[in-house]
Structures are given as structure tokens and as C-alpha cells.
């Protein structure tokens, strides 16, 4: 976030000190930070043990290799990314620490970007050396296996993965590929203090970073660059826009930010000429200030200072800017200590938490100011914060809106091996005694979340559509959004063929459950908020976001409580978690709505998500008791169950962060909950999951088990449920997304629950992309109303029925596999072929060009005639696969679905009656798929 300097106001606002309403618990605590000077047979001995690349990695194996460590070190890794280039690269990051599902608040955040500029590639290729030490090292170098424990580390070797892709290799001052594809230079594209904005528009990649920068509560930074060997610091720009000293108010600080990496270089800090081509240029211990070098309005270092918590200096790595492959071990011994050193000083200084005196709930935004330094910082999540200073005796004040002041004098002793840090842990004081409860000021009513869907529609008019799908009993319109690439302009289009699937996501069906409903909006903001480029992901798929179900509901809902069942029914007392089918549109009024929206898509939607709350976990289908239920009764499993528990273990997997604990530790309500607000209540139910994951009846019966006979049909559930209808009606999975014991938490927790979310649900979504698309065809013409049968080949005994929509088209979602389809339209034209779906869910689509199909004896049947629609490309794209393997014979879904070879020709005449009389003869061999 900016600095208060910088004129950004945040809940807290400053106020005079008071010394004498101070509370102060303080503890002083040893950090090891390591700083310049190595044992070099250590390093020789750990170096020896890592199989490191060296050699240059293009795009494809870069992202390789951090999956490949990601997936051999997952409790200590989140792999993820910020954001698209112009060309939809993924801007990849590696995060590394200790127990990744359960980082502290209180652990200090540091990051590492490389490759800024794309033809400068030694910072990128000695970040991907440095993951590999980090992570293999992590058990044989005390070094690495420090700055893991005790540092959040994040790494971006590549900030410009396209320039990168448009440089020359081995070419040590060429230009090619320095900026991005737009030809914008991304070190001049940030907002700058004297020069504002940028001249060139903020480009995609810009974008993402400063997003990042301003999301996450980095205390420590370095931008990796290339064409010289020196450290530059802060500030990059001058007043006057000339080559003059510019310093920042924490120049000591960034003096000896510089010296940690220069000193512990190989060369870098000898005070002579790095480079032969600029002999004339030396670094006095290889540090400069940036402006003092040359002038450079829009950098990164200076934004991150200017508009964040976050420190960043500026390393040029190497003379050559793309040497030959051969010179990279070197380049990774030049460097290596210098990374361990400079990661290590994010330890620097002072830090601690800041809470609330009475209630001990940490405090954010509150400003830390150290006197004669003008740039405080602020406390983060959990009231952390971290405030770098070099050695002295500092007067620093903790100032918040409705709090007594504090101050206090603090030593940092001189720099050792390893550095002391000093830990001050501040309680502050309310002015009017306990903290009162404020009025909810981040949730959303039904005017606000179209105030939002509308204006994700301004930013991405092409992309977004807004969908009204009916009323609430009191006549609030239940808002929607479907996000994809070009679907307004697909939707003009008469005879446009629709071959994306969809996935619905439906929050607030209780409204009292707002979790889930801030996390759609939250979700809708990071899918939309790129006006410049869309995420790659709404290239494959339609993402249909209903935020609220029961927006009635939500205004008798009680801020703050966790337990208050106050407006979960809607506004005639009825639950909207049920729904009849018989009823149909005499259902309470949102769900009839919902139920006419599902049927009006359900050809393409291949999965659904309904986000509720009370407990952290997932539950899928069956809710109702099954009719053979009895004591030994093991769930109400579906016949895709192994689909079903696939998605639900991938979700849990990746839920967590450092304030929200993950889900597949399978904690109980009073084991996750920071402020301890479950210690006391007694419910039925304690939130507890077992894996983080279930099938709803068998929770359900576990937790009635005691509570009441679990036989007695009474307390069983019988009602249809919303995942029920949808997977036995319209055959489309879905899970129930409990997002949080708590169900209607403060504002200032909500993007702690969404961050826990935010990685497992974009998975999500991109698991529907992955859906299996089968267009079926007879000489270019789509086939509506082929059956097809799609066979697991590991599970022969499971199979899917479907039949293709007017556009030939089927809609499948399956887990990774090997999967055998046979197609059949009205016995006269079949198909078949054998597909694989991939662990890492690519999307799919597969086309079955149909053949005449002959029966063994004469026959002649009577068969209505069926349209047949002319589309002479059902896939635009070259995923379409052609079948060209021998034809098979698939009997409709009313006879026998043994499928059988045939050869075949066939005769069919239209009558006047509009059926089709078909005369076969074929030869049949029985066989298994």
C-alpha cells in the first residue's frame, strides 16, 4: 500500500503521542542473519551435493523446473502466478518456506524478481539456481535451511518472459528483447514521485507486479538486472530529472542493503572497474545511489518504497547481459553468497505484533514512525510489522485512530555474526476503554454487488456480461456475471457454435453465509480487473458468478457474529439449501430463479460450486439417505465418487495462508479460528472434517452418531438438495465450498478468507476449462442428438451416457485418465476413440467424424428424422482431434449397451411422415470397450 507520505488514508489516523497511556510488552530476541564471509570448503561440500542447471531455460523449461520443485517439496512451496504478460505468459513465482499451509503472520516477507528486462538473463537463470539450493540444500547447508525456516521467500525468476523470448542469445549489449512485447520498457513503467504517471500506459506486466507489491506485505526486495556489477539503491529518479545524488529518507538503511549483496560478491565490492568496456566507471564498494548514476523516472525500486512497506534494491549482476551458457557456474559462485546474505538481512532491525490491549486482536494499519526518518511504515495482518533500521538508538512511535499513542527507545547493537534483531511486541490502548463494535464496512448489499458485476463490465465490455436471473420474495434482483473472452461478441452472432464449458459458482444462498459471497466479488475483481489482458483461463471457459442468493436474508444478518443464524432463510422463513423438484417454478421465488438458470445452461456446464460457511472443508454429493440405508451404511456415494473426492482433495490441498489454517489438517472450529471465538460455544456440530473433505451423508451421520438414532428415518436427511439435482437431473458435478466456521466475520478479516481461497478456487475454475468437448460430425455437419458412451478404461464397469446438443456437441468433465468414447446416431452413423485427460487439465476437445454403419441381416426401422445442422468447423482451433480409428456400433440408451464391430452400408429414404426408412445389412462380431 503507499506510505502515509504519501498521502494514502487508511482507518487509522494519526494522532498526538502519549507517552503515559503506554503498555508495552518487549522481548528482545537473537535472529541469526548471516552477512558477508563464507567457509569455501562449506560451500564446496553443499554445492557438490545439488545437481543444479546450468543453462539457459526458455520459457517453457523454466516453468518446468519450479513445478518440478513445487510438486518434490510441497509443504514447503506454493507455486502460483500474478498475472499475464502481453503474450499470456504466466508470471510464475516460487514461494519457499517452512510449513507452507501455516506461514505466521510474524514471519517476514522477502522477494526476488528476475529478468526485468527480458535480454538480461543471468538474474533469471541464478534465481532458478537459487530455488534449487534453497529447497535441495534445505538439509545439508545451515544457510538455506534458515532462510526457509525463518523467511517467506518468494521468487520470480522472470518478470518479462516475452522479451526474454524476442532477445539474442550470447549477445552481451544487444537491446533485442530488453522490453516487453509492446516495445515498453517495464523499469520506466511505474508511477514516478516527480513525473507521475508513466508516458507509455501501464503495461499488463506492470500491473500484476504493482498489484502484487500492494497485496502482499513484502518487507525486502531485489529487481536483478544485467550490463554492469554493482548494487544501486534508492532513489532512481531526482527532483530536477538529472544524474544528482536523490536520496531517500532511509538511505542508511539502503546504504547497507547494497554493501550486504556488494560485500559478500565475488568482485563486486573491490572498488575497481567491473567492466572493461566502461573502464572509466568505478563503484566505491560496489554500491551506487540510482539517480546518482543516471536518471530513471518509473522504476520498480522506488515504487516499492514509495507505496509499500516494502525495501527494494536494484543488483546488475554481470557485464555481458546474455553470456554463453558456460559462463553460468561461474555466474551462480559470483552470486551466491550475495543472495544468501541479502535475503537474511529481511531480519534487520526491529519488529513485533501490535494488538488491541483489551481484546488482543492484532491491529493492522497502524503507523510505526521512527523519528528523523520521514517514512513510517505500517502494521500488516495480525498486527505485524517489521521496521529495517541499521545499528543506533532510535525513538519510535505506534500511532492508531481510537488508541492512546505510544513511544519508546529502542537499540539496534552493532551488526554481528549473526545480527541481532531487536522483537518489541506493542499493546495499545483504546481512548474510550473496550473496542465497541463498527458498522460493517467492506460487505456488500444487492445494490452494491450490481454496482460491482457493472463495473467489471465497464473494464471488460467484451468479456463480461451481466445477468439478471429473477427476484427475492421482497423484489431485489439476484445479480450475476459470466466472465469469457469475447462473449458479448459471440452472443451477437446468430449460428455461433458455443464450444466453451461452463462452471457456476453460487454464493449466499443463507444470508447470513457472507464469506462466500465477498469471495466471489473478490474473485470476480482478480478475473477482471486486467483491462489490458484477459486471464488466459477465459480463453477456455465461461465462468457464470451469482454472488447472492438470498439477499433478503443478508440484511436481517448479524455483522460480526459467527454463530447467529439471523438471516439465513429468505423473507418468507423458508431454507433456500432445499429445493423440489416437482414444484418447479412454485419453489420460494430464488429458487425457482436458480433452478430456470441452470436449465436454461446445463448443456455446458460441466461443474458447480455453492459456497457456504460454519465449518472449513468440502462436502459433495449424496446429501439424502439412500433407500437401502441401514447401521453398517458407509456414505450416499455417487457412481463418479472417485471424480467427486479428486476435486474435493485438490481444493483442500491448496487452501491456507498464514492467518487461516488449511482445511486438510482437518481441524475442528476452536483449533482454526485466531481470535478464539469458538472456545466457549457449544454446537453440534464443531466444524471438524477429518481430511478437510467428505460425502455429505456420511458427515452427517458421523456427527449425528450420540445425538440421536442415526436409524430412525426422522433425523435423517430427505429433502433434494442443490448438488443432488444438478448431478442426477443435468449430470453435472459439484462441491459445497464451506469457506470458514465464522459466518458473517468483520471486514477486516474477509481478505484473509479469500486469500486462503483465492488459489484453490481459480484451480477450480480452471478444472472446468479442462472438460472433455466431443463434437460429433458426418462430412462437416454437426449431429445432434448422437449418443455417446464414454468408457474409463482402468474402471471398464464405469461408464457416461450423454447425447450431443444441437451444435453436435457433448460436455464431460472427467479426472485424469485414459478414456474410451463410442458414438452412435440413430444406428445409422458411429464413431469411436481412445483420449487421455491430463494431470494438469488442459483443455480438450475431441472430434468424431461419424460413418455409415450396416446391420447384419436385412432390417428395415422406422426412426423419427433428426435435424442435422450444417457447421463445417465445430472447433476453430487445432485442438480439435480427428478420429480415424475403425467404427463401432452403439446401441441407443433403451437396449443393450454392449457395443459391437460392424461393417456396414446403408441405405435411408425420407418419407412423407418425416421418418427416416433405413435398410442395413451388417456383419457383427461381439466385443468389450
Request: net charge negative; proline share 5%; with cysteine.
Amino acid at each position: 500500500m503507499p506510505s502515509k507520505a504519501a498521502g494514502v488514508t487508511t482507518k487509522f489516523r494519526i494522532v498526538a503521542i502519549s507517552v503515559g497511556a503506554m503498555t508495552l510488552l518487549s522481548v528482545v530476541v537473537v535472529v541469526a542473519v548471516l552477512v558477508s564471509g563464507h567457509d569455501a570448503s562449506t560451500v564446496d561440500e553443499t554445492d557438490a551435493s545439488i545437481s543444479y542447471e546450468f543453462k539457459h531455460h526458455d520459457y517453457t523449461a523454466m516453468m518446468a523446473l519450479m513445478e518440478r520443485y513445487h510438486k518434490a517439496y510441497p509443504d514447503m512451496t506454493e507455486l502460483f502466478s500474478v498475472g499475464q504478460t502481453v503474450q499470456n505468459k504466466e508470471l510464475q513465482v516460487l514461494r519457499i518456506t517452512k510449513d507452507i499451509k501455516n506461514v505466521p503472520f510474524s514471519r517476514p516477507k522477502m522477494k526476488w524478481v528476475g529478468n526485468m528486462h527480458g535480454n538480461e538473463v543471468v538474474g533469471r537463470e541464478i534465481l532458478l539456481n537459487f530455488i534449487q539450493f534453497l529447497l535441495d540444500g534445505y538439509n545439508i547447508d545451515t544457510k538455506a535451511k534458515h532462510l526457509v525456516d525463518t523467511i517467506d521467500i518468494y521468487i520470480m525468476p522472470s518478470m518479462n518472459p516475452d522479451g526474454h523470448d524476442m532477445s539474442s542469445d550470447h549477445r552481451c549489449g544487444e537491446y533485442n528483447g530488453r522490453s516487453n512485447a509492446h516495445g515498453v520498457d517495464l523499469n520506466r513503467n511505474f508511477p514516478d514521485q516527480f513525473e507521475g504517471m508513466p508516458s507509455h500506459d501501464i503495461q499488463p506486466e506492470t500491473k500484476a507486479v504493482m498489484d502484487w507489491i500492494r497485496n502482499t506485505s513484502f518487507v525486502l526486495s531485489s529487481n536483478l538486472h544485467g550490463g554492469s556489477v554493482v548494487a544501486s539503491y534508492p532513489f532512481d529518479s531526482s527532483p530536477s530529472g538529472t544524474s544528482v545524488y536523490s536520496k531517500a529518507p532511509d538511505d542508511a538503511v539502503f546504504r547497507q542493503l547494497a554493501l550486504f549483496y556488494s560485500k559478500s560478491h565475488a568482485f563486486m565490492g573491490n572498488n575497481k572497474p567491473p567492466c572493461s568496456s566502461y573502464a572509466f566507471e568505478i563503484f566505491t564498494d560496489g554500491i551506487t545511489n540510482g539517480a546518482d548514476w543516471y536518471n530513471v523516472p518509473g522504476g520498480m525500486e522506488d515504487y516499492n518504497y514509495l507505496y509499500s512497506n516494502c525495501f527494494e534494491v536494484t543488483m546488475e549482476l554481470s557485464c555481458c547481459k546474455y553470456p554463453e551458457a558456460s559462463q553460468l557456474p561461474t555466474e551462480w559462485t559470483n552470486n551466491k553468497h550475495s543472495l544468501i546474505s541479502y535475503t537474511a538481512a529481511t531480519h534487520m532491525g526491529i519488529s513485533g505484533v501490535i494488538t488491541d490491549s483489551v481484546s488482543g486482536q492484532g491491529l493492522d494499519d497502524v503507523l510505526v514512525r521512527v523519528d528523523g526518518i520521514d517514512h513510517p511504515i505500517t502494521s500488516v495482518r495480525g498486527g505485524a510489522y517489521f521496521r529495517l533500521l541499521v545499528p543506533g538508538t532510535y525513538t519510535v512511535s505506534f500511532e492508531a485512530e481510537d488508541y492512546a499513542s505510544q513511544t519508546l527507545n529502542v537499540v539496534v547493537p552493532p551488526f554481528a555474526n549473526p545480527i541481532v534483531s531487536v522483537v518489541k511486541n506493542i499493546a495499545l490502548v483504546p481512548l474510550n476503554g473496550p473496542t465497541e463494535a463498527v458498522e460493517d464496512e467492506s460487505t456488500h448489499t444487492a445494490a452494491d454487488i450490481t454496482t460491482v458485476i457493472n463495473d467489471a463490465v465497464n473494464r471488460i465490455s467484451k468479456h463480461a456480461m451481466a445477468i439478471n436471473i429473477g427476484k427475492t420474495v421482497n423484489g431485489k434482483a439476484i445479480q450475476g456475471i459470466v466472465l469469457s473472452k469475447d462473449i458479448n461478441d459471440r452472443r451477437r452472432h446468430d449460428g455461433h457454435t458455443e464450444t466453451r464449458p461452463a462452471v457456476l459458482l453460487v454464493g449466499g444462498l443463507q444470508g447470513n453465509h457472507v464469506v462466500g459471497t465477498e469471495a466471489l466479488l473478490s474473485l470476480l475483481e482478480d478475473l477482471s480487473s486486467n483491462t489490458v489482458t484477459l486471464p488466459a483461463i477465459l480463453e477456455e471457459v465461461e465462468v457464470h458468478i451469482i454472488p447472492r442468493l438470498n439477499h433478503d436474508g443478508f440484511e436481517a444478518a448479524e455483522y460480526g457474529s459467527c454463530v447467529s443464524e439471523k438471516g439465513s432463510l429468505n423473507a418468507h422463513d423458508a431454507s433456500l439449501l432445499e429445493l423440489d423438484p416437482v414444484l418447479g417454478a412454485n419453489n420460494e421465488p430464488e429458487v425457482a430463479a436458480l433452478m430456470d438458470y441452470i436449465d436454461q445452461h446445463r448443456e455446458r456446464m460441466v461443474l458447480s460450486a455453492f459456497l457456504t460457511g460454519g465449518a472449513a472443508g468440502v462436502l459433495y454429493p449424496y446429501y439424502t439417505t439412500p433407500e437401502d440405508f441401514g447401521p453398517n451404511t458407509v456414505g450416499h456415494l455417487t457412481r463418479e465418487d472417485t471424480l467427486f473426492e479428486w476435486l474435493a482433495q485438490e481444493y483442500v490441498s491448496l487452501h491456507g495462508n498464514e492467518e487461516i489454517k488449511s482445511m486438510q489438517l482437518g481441524l475442528s472450529c476452536k483449533d482454526t479460528d485466531p481470535q478464539h471465538r469458538f472456545d466457549e460455544i457449544t454446537t453440534i456440530y464443531d466444524g471438524h472434517l477429518p481430511k478437510g473433505y467428505g460425502n455429505s451423508f456420511q458427515i452427517y451421520v458421523d456427527m449425528m452418531k450420540g445425538l440421536a438414532d442415526v436409524t430412525d428415518n426422522r433425523a435423517l436427511p430427505n429433502a433434494t438438495y442443490w448438488l443432488d439435482w444438478m448431478y442426477d437431473v443435468h449430470d453435472t458435478p459439484g462441491l459445497e465450498l464451506m469457506m470458514g466456521c465464522c459466518l458473517y466475520p468483520s471486514s477486516s478479516e474477509m481478505q484473509f478468507y479469500y486469500d486462503a481461497h483465492r488459489k484453490p478456487l481459480r484451480k477450480f475454475v480452471e478444472r472446468a476449462a479442462g472438460a472433455v468437448v466431443i463434437a460429433c460430425t458426418d462430412d462437416g455437419a454437426a449431429l445432434e442428438g448422437a449418443t455417446l458412451q464414454i468408457y474409463d478404461m482402468q474402471l471398464p464397469e464405469l461408464s457416461y451416457n450423454m447425447t450431443s446438443n444441437d451444435d453436435g456437441l457433448a460436455f464431460k468433465l472427467l479426472k485424469p485418465g485414459t478414456y474410451k468414447v463410442l458414438a452412435n446416431w440413430y444406428s445409422a452413423l458411429v464413431a469411436e476413440d481412445v483420449f487421455t485427460v491430463l494431470e494438469e487439465g488442459k483443455p480438450l476437445r475431441l472430434e468424431l467424424k461419424l460413418e455409415s454403419n450396416i446391420v447384419s441381416s436385412t432390417t428395415t426401422t422406422t426412426t423419427p428424422a433428426p435435424a442435422v445442422t450444417t457447421s463445417t468447423e465445430p472447433f476453430a482451433d487445432d485442438s480439435s482431434i480427428e478420429s480415424t480409428s475403425e467404427t463401432f456400433d452403439m446401441k441407443s440408451s433403451t437396449t443393450s449397451t454392449t457395443p459391437r464391430v460392424v461393417q456396414s452400408t446403408t441405405t435411408s429414404t425420407v418419407v412423407d411422415d418425416g421418418t427416416t426408412t433405413t435398410t442395413t445389412t451388417t456383419t457383427t462380431t461381439s466385443t468389450t470397450p
